[in-house]
């Protein structure tokens, strides 16, 4: 009963933030409806990127409404040409998205695009840039990746290289990674992305596109850097902490950016707090702290999500302040079909009232097999109307959009 009662105040938790409160994520509430961590499907222990074997075969076996390919049956051991598994040592995967997307921006005409850029619109909801400033592989639009992992000394040391493919061809990650170390631990060097509370994200960028510096500043979930990433994984647990170069390394050359994430996760459900300290820039003084706490939790058929996020931009006789938040409730209608109604609230400084923008999404999910992935939705943009009324009002909008996810 007292487990029970856990389960349902998180539930609340997490539905209340649906109404109170911020950004998209990749599909950690698979993670927590199954009470995984993130490791158990990613290569990568703090999320995204490439599948692991588990993953490929948990969408086969459980998730997708059709089956996937059977084992190939090759001469090498371990061979799944359907998986992507060539040997024990070497494995290719990939992923591309493509959308369909139709547009209507308050006073101004509306839009049908293949492939849509992300909003390149001018927005005062993006500190007058749009999301292609920060995100010109990332949201909106034709998408591919290809991932490659080759590993030595198989559930040891490994390899893995993310590469762009379009709309630019471009290195994502690139990085040794040891594992299975004392207490579940691990040890990665080289170019990776860093973790964002629950904020993992093929989706176009809402809220962390915002925070910081305009183009300056990349959206927190496309930040990836050089340095080297320590963590600890037993039982439920996660702690990984990150130490890499900042942005503007060249200003800035002796300091470093700083993560401190972990969470637990559990059939009750997940708890989890970012810490993040980026020096931006040594010849301004310019700094940006990034604090979040984040929940969810699975009851039936439904799962529910929650984030709040606090950033601090520091300047040399100044502070700013940004909050945002995020409310997500999935509900499984049927094996590989799922329906996600989605929340995500910013506000851009504190100081200033009638400033916050949301944006409402109804979604539906289904995974039509272990290789594609339909996604069809609507989504509600509401901000504060822009100084010039006789401009497009890119605070208020409507979009209809259909997207297809093809994953090897």
């Known amino acids: 009963m007292r487990a029970a009662r856990l389960g349902l105040m998180?539930?609340?938790?997490?539905?209340?933030?649906?109404?109170?409160?911020?950004?998209?994520?990749?599909?950690?509430?698979?993670?927590?409806?199954?009470?995984?961590?993130?490791?158990?499907?990613?290569?990568?222990?703090?999320?995204?990127?490439?599948?692991?074997?588990?993953?490929?075969?948990?969408?086969?076996?459980?998730?997708?409404?059709?089956?996937?390919?059977?084992?190939?049956?090759?001469?090498?051991?371990?061979?799944?040409?359907?998986n992507g598994r060539l040997n024990p040592y070497f494995?290719?995967?990939?992923?591309?998205?493509?959308?369909?997307?139709?547009?209507?921006?308050?006073?101004?005409?509306?839009?049908?695009?293949?492939?849509?850029?992300?909003?390149?619109?001018?927005?005062?909801?993006?500190?007058?840039?749009?999301?292609?400033?920060?995100?010109?592989?990332?949201?909106?639009?034709?998408?591919?990746?290809?991932?490659?992992?080759?590993?030595?000394?198989?559930?040891?040391?490994?390899?893995?290289?993310?590469?762009?493919?379009?709309?630019?061809?471009?290195?994502?990650?690139?990085y040794g990674l040891v594992q299975n170390l004392p207490l579940s631990g691990y040890l990665k060097a080289g170019l990776f992305r860093l973790p964002t509370g629950l904020n993992v994200t093929y989706d176009e960028p809402f809220v962390h596109v915002n925070q910081g510096l305009g183009a300056t500043v990349p959206g927190l979930e496309t930040v990836r850097a050089q340095g080297v990433e320590m963590g600890i994984e037993p039982g439920p647990f996660l702690l990984s902490l990150s130490l890499t170069n900042p942005e503007d390394l060249s200003k800035n050359p002796s300091a470093k950016r700083v993560y401190l994430h972990g969470y637990a996760v559990g059939r009750l459900g997940l708890l989890g707090a970012s810490y993040y300290y980026d020096p931006v820039s040594q010849d301004d003084h310019t700094s940006r702290t990034f604090n979040a706490v984040f929940a969810g939790t699975s009851v039936g058929r439904f799962t529910g999500l929650v984030e709040l996020d606090n950033v601090k931009t520091k300047l040399t006789s100044s502070e700013s302040k940004q909050l945002a938040a995020t409310g997500e409730l999935d509900f499984l209608i049927s094996r590989g079909q799922n329906l996600k109604l989605l929340y995500e609230a910013f506000d851009p400084d504190t100081t200033v009232t009638k400033d916050r923008r949301d944006r409402t999404s109804f979604i539906y999910e289904p995974f039509l097999t272990p290789y594609l992935q339909a996604r069809v939705g609507a989504r509600y943009y509401k901000g504060p109307v822009q100084a010039d009324v006789t401009k497009p009002n890119v605070n208020n909008a409507k979009q209809i959009f259909a997207e297809l996810h093809f994953m090897y």
């Open 91 to 174: 494995a290719v995967t990939a992923d591309l998205r493509a959308d369909l997307t139709y547009t209507q921006i308050t006073q101004a005409k509306s839009t049908v695009d293949f492939n849509h850029a992300a909003t390149a619109q001018t927005s005062e909801a993006k500190n007058g840039t749009g999301c292609s400033s920060c995100h010109a592989s990332n949201g909106g639009g034709k998408r591919g990746e290809v991932y490659l992992q080759m590993e030595p000394a198989p559930d040891f040391a490994s390899i893995v290289i993310s590469q762009s493919v379009t709309p630019t061809v471009s290195a994502r990650e690139q």
């Open 10 to 82: 998180l539930l609340l938790l997490c539905a209340a933030g649906l109404f109170v409160s911020g950004s998209a994520w990749a599909e950690p509430y698979m993670a927590v409806r199954e009470g995984y961590k993130c490791s158990k499907c990613h290569v990568n222990q703090t999320g995204g990127g490439m599948r692991t074997d588990y993953a490929r075969a948990y969408l086969s076996t459980r998730n997708a409404m059709k089956p996937g390919l059977p084992e190939s049956g090759g001469s090498a051991p371990s061979m799944d040409l359907g």
